[in-house]
């Protein structure tokens, strides 16, 4: 079982991107995505996510109005859409699955993490 993300890389302030996380080998309604980050000397913390029947989406304070998670069953992908890039947005991107399909706060209770993509805003 894995993630694989993709879709990262260097953007203008006020730009947007889409990162992909592509699952295998788990029940992708069966799961939570979160995505998560982690800048430079920060914790990793939890941006958005999707539970595992769809209908329930997070966010985090600081994305409200800019970032937007969607998933496409055919292809086992969940979408991360960024827009109204800020230079605080830079960091390292994850995705990760939470068993049993509910939205978990803490990067421990997730059970697959994929390797990361990076993110960076320039001003």
């Known amino acids: 079982s894995q993630l694989v993300e993709s879709g990262g890389g260097l953007v203008q302030l006020g730009g947007f991107l889409r990162l992909s996380c592509a699952a295998s080998?788990?029940?992708?309604?069966?799961?939570?995505i979160g995505w998560f980050r982690q800048a430079p000397g920060k914790e990793r913390e939890r941006v958005i996510c999707l539970s595992g029947s769809g209908s329930y989406t997070t966010y985090a304070d600081a994305v409200k109005g800019r970032f937007t998670i969607s998933r496409d069953n055919a292809k086992k992908t969940v979408y991360l859409q960024m827009n109204t890039l800020k230079p605080e947005d830079t960091a390292i991107y994850y995705c990760a699955a939470a068993p049993g399909g509910a939205c978990l706060t803490y990067p421990s209770l997730y059970r697959y993490w994929g390797q990361g993509t990076q993110v960076t805003v320039s001003s």
């Open positions: 080998g788990f029940i992708l309604g069966a799961y939570a």
